[in-house]
């Protein structure tokens, strides 16, 4: 992931089910421009509509290698989206198309595909652009001590959410506590730091802030127990704060000139007197709780390596098929992929901007830390 563009992704998401009334009040728009010769959906001038098979990188092995993903999201496809009137296809024809998807053999998938979805490119004009993120391996502990001294707090009793449509109302939401009979906005990171814990309100211990911090921008995770244990944690809730790219600022301030998780995570070893005062630049904080499974979407799926892709759900609903044509940082490689829409996060903002999930640990981060690059992406939809 670029952390010069961060975000929690699963955190937004889960906790912003408005994202779903956006996508409500943009269909209108979404379908006027999809079908209206100009637009975010339209094909260059003098452009031949492009098919699955003009794609380089389209192979039978892309189509099986993504239907577990999609059979996933097939479950959690939204009827309030894909309605009659929906430029994406109605939830029937989904519905349909997602049985036939589970009973196509493998050698009959690539054919499938090509026969049954129309591929339509988003905001051709404009470049876009592509990070990418991972599940982070770090270590932990379910009783403090002198090395696991780091909290990692659960959801608060005193959290309130507040839906804005109960009250006739447009916008994501409002997250506070109340006091004294009034709504008031939670605390910042740097007020949550300060406060008194209670071992009630841990979730587990960590050894480390800076480990901390990233958990809390990938949204979920794994720990590492000293008994060799592994144990995954994910989204709970968050204090309601925008989220604000530490990387960002160090390369405002010139302190670095790349932007990415290792450059931030070797700035902050090389000025450890520095550090709580970054980490508090960004006033959102996250919260946790158990999960049984490692990265969780917000569309609450289980992320897949290379298949999942966080998108801004305002332009494309969670569920959908796209094609991602780009290139990986790290290693210059193309990388044309069939991926599933299945996540979001408050960075990713625009039609033609999307994070792509890399897995878990080391290696994944690897990979995932340097990702900043242009791309296409289309979306499938029925026929």
Known sequence: MTFANQYTKHSVSRFSKSGTTSVLRFIPFLFTVLFSGCGLFTTASGQQPVTLSDLEGWSQEQAIAVRPALVNSCKHLSRSVLTDQSPWGTYQQWQLLCKELTQTP???LKAFFEQSFTLVPVAPREKGLFTAYY???ILGSLNPSEEYSIPLLKLPHDLVKVRLADFGLSGQGLVGRVEKGFLKPYGSRTQINQQSVKSSDVLLWLSSPVDKFFLQVQGSGNIELPDGNIIHVGYAGNNGHNYVAIGKILKQKGELEEVSMQTIRSWLEKNPDKSEWLLNQNPRYIFFGFSDEGAITAQGVPATRGRTLAVDPSYIPLGLPVWLDTRLTATGEKFQQ?????????????????????GTGKDAALIAGPQQEPGKLY?????
């Open 338 to 358: 069939m991926m599933v829409a299945q996540d979001t996060g408050s960075a990713i903002k625009g039609p033609v901007r999307g994070d792509i999930y890399m």
């Open 135 to 137: 599940s982070p391996v």
């Open 106 to 108: 493998d050698r009959q």
């Open 379 to 383: 979306v499938l939809i029925p026929r």
